[in-house]
Structure formats: C-alpha cells, structure tokens
C-alpha cells in the first residue's frame, strides 16, 4: 500500500490550499477502508486534523481546524482531499495522510492507523 500526498505550498494567511493524497495497492481496496488526516509542526508531536469514515457519511474534526477544513474522497479515484481554508500561521506543518486499521476504537489516535504517506508541506505566512 502507498500514499502519496501533495498540494502543499507556501502561502499568504487567510488563503486556501487543496490537498490530495492517491493511494495505491494492488491488494488494497480503499473503499473499505476510513482515511485520516494529520500534520505535524516543527517541534511539535504529530496531530490528528480529520478523517472520513469508508462511504464518507462520517466525518471528524479536530476542534483547531473545525469550521476551516473540510475531508473529502473519491473512492473511484482511490483519493482523499482536504480542503483547508482561512489559514492561519500555525496551520504550518507537515500535512500526511493515513488509513484507519480496521476496526479502530478511534479515529483521532496515530495508533488507530497503519500506513502513512510521506506528507507535503504547508507554509503559511502572515
């Protein structure tokens, strides 16, 4: 299974950016799988974003990003997106995405998932 994020850049405050993350595998259906998104600033432990459960019907927020950010996926196009909006400095971070292990007890912890992407940066000046 690998994940491939992007969409990351430097950008003003205020200003938005369109993340991706294309998952392939060929014993890999990722329809059947919840996805999840986490960043990870400079000195900081990585951090829960979102997540989106297999059909989308289902989607969680950290309360930073609640109102600004919005999880999405495509399971035709094997992709989960994040749209984040009205950034702010401290949204800079490492941005990854991940799959949920089926069955997790919860979709916040870095436990609960089990293959990660290599992530793309997101730099936010203000």
């Known amino acids: 299974v690998q994940l491939q994020a992007s969409g990351g850049g430097l950008v003003q405050a205020g200003r938005s950016l369109n993340l991706s993350c294309a998952v392939s595998?060929?014993?890999?259906?990722?329809?059947?799988?919840?996805m999840g998104w986490f960043r990870q600033a400079p000195g900081k432990d990585r951090e829960f974003v979102a997540a989106?459960?297999?059909?989308?019907?289902?989607?969680y927020y950290a309360d930073s990003v609640k109102d600004r950010f919005t999880i999405s996926r495509d399971n035709g196009k094997n992709t989960v997106y994040l749209q984040v909006n009205s950034l702010k400095p401290e949204d800079t971070a490492d941005y990854y995405c991940a799959r949920g292990r089926p069955y997790a007890s919860s979709w916040t912890a870095l436990s609960q998932y089990d293959y990660w992407g290599q992530g793309t940066l997101v730099t936010v000046s203000s």
């Open positions: 595998g060929r014993t890999f259906s990722f329809s059947t799988y919840t």
């Open positions: 989106i459960t297999r059909t989308g019907d289902m989607r």
